[in-house]
C-alpha cells in the first residue's frame, strides 16, 4: 500500500469515528431537550378554565351502541349511556328554570368535550362530561364525576362567577349555540361545537326533551352548584335571580347582628338621597367610597368594590338575587378590575356615581348598570363594613 492511500485512510477512518461522536452527542442534546419541553409542559398548565390543551377530543364518535355508567368508555352501550346523561342534563336546567335552549347548548359541548360520556381522563387534569379541570376551580374530580354536579356547574359555575358558567354569560340566551358554549369553555377548538348541534337535537329527540321549553329562572336547583343549601341571612325572603334586565323588586329588610354602622339603613338612604339631589362632582370612580360614607364611614377599608362582595360573608352573599331590601349593597362586575357597587334605595332604584354624570352622584333605575355599562350583576349584600373607619 502506498503511503499516500495509507494516509488517506487513516484520514477517512478518524473523520468516521468523529462524525458518530457528533451523531452521539447530538442525540443526547435532542432526548434531553424533549426532556425538558416534557417537564415544561408539565409544570406549565395553564389555571383557566381549560387552558389551551387539546380539550374535549377523545378520539371517538358518536355510535348507535347501548349502555355504561359511572366512568364510561366508547364501545359497548354508548348510545344507551349517551341518552341517559342527556336526561341528566336536561333534568338540572329544568330545575334550574332553564330554557331548553340552554340544555341545547350543554348537549353540543359535552358531545365536544367527551362525547357526552362520564370521562375520568382528559388533557390534562380534565374529567367528566364537561371535561371540567379541578385545578381551574370546577370541583374536585371526585365532584366533577357527578354528571348533575357537572352540569350544574357547566350551567351556574362557581359560587362568585369563577369559573363563569353559562348564566354568567351576559347574552348568553341570544348568541350562536356554539359561540356560548365557547364563552364558557374557552376551548382551543372554537369552531368545533356546532358541528354537534344535528346529533344533539337527534339525542333530545329520542330522550324526549322539549328544546323549545322555554326559561322561568336562572337559579341553580337545590341551592348552589355544590349542592349546599345557601346560608339565610339578612332577612333573605327567598328571591329568585331574574333574567338581566328584568326589574329590581324589594325584599325583606333586616341585617344580621354584626352588622353595625354609624347611620342606620334610614339615614344612609337619605343620605344618598340628598347626595343625588345637591352633592359635589367628586364622586369619580369611587363607587364603593361613597356607600361607606352614605352608612357614616370615612372609608370603607377595601380598595375595590368587587373585593368588597368577594370578602362578603358567605351567609350574607346573595348571588344574582334580584329582591334586595331597601339600604343593601348591590355589586356589578363591569369587565374592569374594581367592578362596581351602589345603595338600593327601594322601588327598584339605586344611588350611583358616574352612570348619568360623571364624578356625580345620580338615581337611577338598577337595571342601568346592565343596559348602559354592560355589566354583569352579582348580587347583593347587606351594607357590612368590617374594615370600615
Given amino acids: 500500500m502506498r503511503a499516500r492511500d495509507a494516509a488517506g485512510l487513516l484520514l477517512d477512518a478518524k473523520g468516521t469515528v468523529f462524525k458518530l461522536k457528533a451523531a452521539a452527542v447530538l442525540s ?44 364510561q368508555r366508547p364501545g359497548d352501550g354508548m348510545r344507551q349511556a ?62 366533577i364525576m ?14 362568585d362567577g369563577d369559573p363563569p358558567g353559562l348564566t354568567d354569560i351576559r347574552g348568553w340566551e341570544s348568541m350562536k349555540y356554539g359561540a356560548a358554549a365557547q364563552a364558557v369553555q374557552r376551548s382551543a377548538y372554537p369552531d368545533l361545537y356546532d358541528q354537534h348541534e344535528d346529533y344533539a337535537r337527534k339525542l333530545a329527540g329520542e330522550a324526549k326533551i322539549d328544546l323549545n321549553r322555554r326559561g322561568t329562572n336562572a337559579s341553580p336547583p337545590g341551592g348552589g352548584a355544590s349542592d349546599k343549601p345557601r346560608d339565610k341571612g339578612c332577612g333573605d325572603d327567598g ?12 325584599g325583606a329588610a333586616g341585617w344580621p347582628p354584626e352588622v353595625k354602622n354609624p347611620r342606620s339603613t334610614k339615614e344612609a338612604i337619605a343620605a344618598a338621597r340628598e347626595e343625588a339631589r345637591s352633592g359635589p362632582k367628586k364622586w369619580y370612580q369611587m363607587c364603593l367610597a361613597f356607600t361607606a360614607v352614605a352608612y357614616g364611614w370615612n372609608s370603607s377599608g377595601v380598595h375595590y368594590a368587587i373585593d368588597h362582595y368577594r370578602e362578603m360573608p358567605t351567609s350574607m352573599k346573595h348571588d344574582k338575587d334580584r329582591t334586595p331590601p331597601p339600604g343593601a349593597l348591590m355589586y356589578w362586575d363591569t369587565g374592569q378590575r374594581a367592578g362596581h357597587v351602589a345603595v338600593y334605595l327601594g322601588d327598584g332604584q339605586i344611588a350611583s356615581n358616574d352612570i348619568r354624570r360623571p364624578g356625580y352622584i345620580d338615581v337611577v333605575p338598577a337595571t342601568e348598570i346592565e343596559s348602559k355599562w354592560g355589566a354583569t350583576y352579582l348580587g347583593w349584600a347587606p351594607p357590612y363594613f368590617p374594615k370600615g373607619g
Fill in 28 to 71: 443526547v442534546v435532542m432526548v434531553f431537550c424533549l426532556l425538558l419541553l416534557g417537564l415544561v409542559a408539565a409544570m406549565g398548565g395553564d389555571a383557566s378554565a381549560v387552558g389551551c390543551g387539546d380539550r374535549g377530543r377523545p378520539g371517538v364518535d358518536p355510535r348507535d351502541d347501548e349502555g355504561g355508567g359511572g366512568a
Fill in 146 to 159: 357527578q354528571p348533575r354536579y357537572a352540569a350544574k356547574m357547566f350551567f351556574w359555575g362557581g359560587d
Fill in 82 to 143: 349517551q341518552l341517559a346523561n342527556a336526561e341528566i342534563i336536561d333534568t338540572v336546567a329544568k330545575e334550574g328554570g332553564l330554557s331548553g335552549r340552554a340544555t341545547l347548548i350543554a348537549l353540543m359541548t359535552a358531545l365536544q368535550e367527551s362525547t357526552l360520556l362520564n370521562l375520568d381522563h382528559g388533557d390534562r387534569d380534565s374529567v367528566g362530561l364537561f371535561q371540567q379541570r379541578p385545578v381551574a376551580g370546577w370541583g374536585t374530580k371526585e365532584q
Fill in 239 to 250: 328571591g329568585k335571580p331574574g333574567e338581566p334586565g328584568q326589574p329590581f323588586h324589594d
